[in-house]
Structure formats: C-alpha cells, structure tokens
C-alpha cells in the first residue's frame, strides 16, 4: 500500500490497488475524492520531496483491514502549503488502516507527524501559538477528559485489558487472510 509513495514505485501503481471511488477519511486540503485525490497527493508529495523513500515497519491485517506502520525519508525541495523548500532531509512516521474489497483499497484512514515534519523543515508557528508548556497542559487535560468519561465502556483500559490477548497469544494469531 505505501510503496505506491515511493518515488521508486512503478508507473500506474496507484491504478492497480485503489479503487476508483477510495473514500480518504484524513483528506489533505483540496484533495480531490477518489483515486484522482490519491494520485493528486502522491503527486504533491513527489514534487515537494523528489527523494521521497518509504520503509513498511509493521503490517497487521485481519478480514478486510490493515493497519500499517511506516517511515518516509527525504529531501523537503519543494513549496509545501506555504513553506518555501528548506532542502533538509525530513523524516516523516505514520500510521494507515485500510479497508480492501475486491483486491484494492476502498478507505484510507492515515495519520502521519505533522508537526514533526514541519519543524524538521523549519516552518515556525504562526504569532500568539502556545509554547510547550500550553501544549503539554491542553494534552493532559484532553487525556484525563477522556479517563473521565463513561459513556463508551468498552474503550476503558480495564476492559481492553480483560479483552485483549497476552503478547505471546497476539504473536500467535493469524489474519483470516492474507491483504497484498
């Protein structure tokens, strides 16, 4: 799935995994739906980082998904969403779930480091940002929110714990088959 971001990757790749109308549920802005909105983003991610190289760190697959761990590597050479190029090398970490039906991918859902990349390019949060401290603070208070609630208690810690198998067991499962 992420190859299709390698520079390296071959011509017309997007065209064989996504399917034409792939809903992108994290969407860059002015992306456009579909295929066309993938290819249009890999696209600007090519112009922006020409040395664009990624690395699949984990893939776990089970029925029709896959979440998958990956690092990008590259050269920040092009104008991204208002940075000017700072021909630095970037490295970029994300996570993509995807959801596959009839052998392409028909929901993306990606989150990568943002943030990371940014500041490894050097762009500068704009006038009046919180410094560190404020982040730190509006982080805690947005984790011990969540602890607090109780309307989804299949999400609580305990009840992910009692769930959940032991690592050893986790290692030992299999997918019901196999997502190319």
């Known amino acids: 799935m992420c190859g299709v971001w390698d520079v390296d990757a071959p011509e017309g790749l997007a065209d064989e995994i996504y399917a034409p109308d792939v809903v992108d549920h994290n969407p860059q802005p002015g992306q456009e739906p579909g295929r066309d909105g993938e290819k249009q983003v890999i696209a600007l991610y090519h112009a922006v ?21 990956w690092t990008a590597a590259g050269t920040h050479d092009g104008d991204q969403l208002g940075v000017p190029a700072a021909h630095r090398q970037v490295r970029l970490t994300g996570i993509d779930i995807i959801r596959v039906a009839d052998g392409r991918i028909v929901e993306r ?15 500068r949060p704009r006038e009046g940002a ?4 404020e982040d730190v603070a509006l982080v805690r208070r947005g984790y011990e929110a969540m602890r607090a609630r109780t309307a989804c208690p299949e999400f609580s810690s305990q009840r992910l714990a009692e769930q959940s198998p032991s690592v050893p067991e986790a290692l030992s499962m299999r997918p019901s088959r196999a997502i190319r």
């Open 49 to 69: 980082f020409p040395d664009l190289h990624l690395t699949l760190e984990d893939i776990v697959a089970y029925e029709d998904r896959a979440a998958v761990r």
């Open 130 to 133: 919180m410094g560190a401290a």
């Open 109 to 123: 859902w990606a989150e990568l480091s943002g943030l990371e990349m940014m500041q490894q390019i050097g762009a």
